[in-house]
């Protein structure tokens, strides 16, 4: 088991930038990758961004691609998402997630943290 604590949302004027932070507790397991997920209200939920633990190699939704950077500090076991140029489409809540190296599926999951972006 693994508890993740997403922090950094908050409200933002579009243009605006916000730092958000995952930080995964003790583990007992090897991490694949870590990954931000999003859902606005009424959607469904939406694969942001994710890096891989050990090459940090990165993968992005189109929407985000150039205005948002995914980055992992493995010493404390923490994966960050800087977002730049927000828009107001990027409103919702984001949620941190961790995919196990005996895995193929983001098994563990934090509770979300709320980006609103106004116009």
């Known amino acids: 088991q693994v508890q993740l604590v997403e922090s950094g949302g908050g409200l933002v004027q579009a243009g605006g930038s916000l730092r958000l932070s995952c930080a995964a507790s003790e583990r007992t397991f090897s991490i694949a990758s870590m990954g931000w997920f999003r859902q606005a209200p009424g959607k469904e939920r939406e694969f942001v961004a994710s890096v891989s633990w050990s090459g940090g190699f990165t993968v992005y939704r189109d929407s985000v691609k150039g205005r948002f950077t995914i980055s992992r500090d493995k010493a404390k076991n923490t994966v960050y998402l800087q977002m730049n140029s927000l828009k107001v489409e990027d409103t919702a809540v984001y949620y941190c997630?961790?995919?196990?190296?005996?895995?193929?599926?983001?098994?563990?999951w934090g509770k979300g943290t709320l980006v609103t972006v106004s116009s």
């Open positions: 997630a961790v995919r196990a190296a005996v895995s193929t599926t983001y098994d563990y």
